[in-house]
């Protein structure tokens, strides 16, 4: 905008240049830019296995919170309420769903209170999880879980107004198939269907094998499909920062000036410290580099 308005009254050589440069070194107008366009999707390790590496979250529906758990592979939903947000009440959940389904290598959660604390790491570490928090204010990098709440809340709006409970609402996602090429998630975890109201014949209840491979390049698809059409265009505004490198990072609405302090093993996700001194992780989206 500043580049035009300077044409339409006057015009010298190198003058577009030039206000670009006025305009990036201008404090405020760093402070007050735009925030960065979508970042491309990337694609994820697939599990070779159920319950290899799940994915957790809590939300609020009618006012009750739920805890939701979901197997990356199979795609099965474990929705139970919570008595309390503690971590301590979350940890009594976690674990029995671990009893259940068995005890996965990575549970992948927000950095929400009960997972990002001490408690439920020491829980984590006892069970030998590796327990992996997404960036603050970036949800797609917990997209599986964040999806599934989406569908599990549509379910529960309809089924409860049908005077259906919170079972019966997840009987019906576990028993509905991933996609045309992928069968459901009682199927993937559990090999067979799930008998309920649906007149089911007697052979379709036997217990049936879905060779892994043949999962794992469903997934594949999916996740190419995912990659192909969804996030924005790659540009400089996603390259690789490292120590020390001054940028500004996406605070409050305000592009505010620091320095990279750490580079976090999670994909595009840094450490920034600020220049009074906060510190906050931010996913490379919400950085700039100064």
Same mark, same amino acid.
């Given at each position: 905008?500043?580049?035009?308005?300077?044409?339409?009254?006057?015009?010298?050589?190198?003058?577009?240049?030039?206000?670009?440069? /006025?305009?990036? *070194?201008?404090?405020?107008?760093?402070?007050?830019?735009?925030?960065?366009?979508?970042?491309?999707?990337?694609?994820? &390790?697939?599990?070779?296995?159920?319950?290899?590496?799940?994915?957790? $979250?809590?939300?609020?529906?009618?006012? /009750? #919170?739920?805890?939701?758990? /979901?197997?990356?592979?199979?795609?099965?939903?474990?929705?139970?309420?919570?008595?309390?947000?503690? !971590? @301590?009440?979350?940890?009594?959940? /976690?674990?029995?769903?671990?009893?259940?389904? +068995?005890?996965?290598?990575?549970?992948? =959660?927000?950095?929400?209170?009960?997972? $990002?604390?001490?408690?439920?790491?020491?829980?984590? $570490? =006892?069970?030998?999880?590796?327990?992996?928090? =997404? *960036?603050?204010?970036?949800?797609?990098? #917990? +997209?599986?879980?964040?999806?599934?709440?989406?569908?599990?809340?549509?379910?529960?709006?309809?089924?409860?107004?049908?005077?259906?409970?919170?079972?019966? @609402?997840?009987?019906?996602?576990?028993?509905?198939?991933? @996609?045309?090429?992928?069968? !459901?998630?009682?199927?993937?975890?559990?090999?067979?269907?799930?008998? +309920?109201?649906?007149?089911?014949?007697?052979?379709?209840?036997? &217990?049936?094998?879905?060779?892994?491979?043949?999962?794992?390049?469903?997934?594949?698809?999916?996740?190419?499909?995912?990659?192909?059409?969804?996030?924005? %265009?790659?540009?400089? %505004? +996603?390259?690789?920062?490292?120590?020390?490198?001054?940028?500004?990072?996406?605070? =409050?609405?305000?592009?505010?000036?620091?320095?990279?302090?750490?580079?976090?093993?999670?994909?595009? @996700?840094?450490?920034? %410290?600020?220049?009074?001194?906060?510190?906050?992780?931010?996913?490379?989206?919400?950085? #700039?580099?100064?």
């Amino acid at each position: 905008k500043c580049v035009l308005r300077a044409r339409s009254a006057v015009y010298w050589p190198g003058c577009e240049d030039q206000i670009r440069n /006025v305009v990036a *070194s201008c404090p405020t107008c760093q402070a007050h830019r735009h925030r960065n366009p979508a970042t491309p999707v990337r694609p994820v &390790p697939l599990p070779v296995h159920p319950f290899q590496w799940v994915s957790a $979250d809590i939300f609020l529906h009618d006012g /009750v #919170n739920y805890l939701l758990v /979901v197997d990356a592979y199979s795609k099965w939903p474990t929705c139970v309420p919570l008595r309390t947000l503690s !971590s @301590s009440s979350v940890i009594a959940e /976690v674990e029995r769903i671990f009893s259940d389904f +068995g005890t996965p290598e990575i549970i992948k =959660s927000d950095n929400g209170s009960q997972f $990002d604390c001490a408690e439920f790491r020491a829980f984590c $570490d =006892s069970r030998n999880v590796r327990s992996v928090t =997404s *960036s603050p204010t970036y949800a797609q990098s #917990n +997209g599986l879980v964040e999806r599934h709440i989406q569908t599990v809340k549509m379910t529960l709006v309809k089924m409860f107004e049908g005077g259906r409970s919170l079972w019966e @609402s997840l009987a019906a996602i576990r028993s509905t198939p991933i @996609s045309s090429d992928l069968p !459901s998630p009682s199927v993937l975890l559990q090999g067979r269907h799930l008998r +309920g109201k649906l007149p089911y014949l007697h052979n379709r209840l036997v &217990p049936q094998f879905v060779p892994a491979p043949f999962v794992r390049e469903q997934l594949q698809r999916r996740q190419a499909s995912a990659c192909f059409y969804g996030g924005g %265009r790659p540009d400089v %505004r +996603g390259s690789a920062l490292i120590v020390g490198q001054h940028v500004r990072v996406f605070i =409050s609405g305000l592009w505010l000036p620091g320095w990279i302090e750490t580079v976090c093993p999670e994909p595009d @996700s840094y450490v920034v %410290r600020l220049r009074d001194g906060r510190v906050f992780r931010r996913t490379r989206r919400d950085i #700039n580099i100064d």
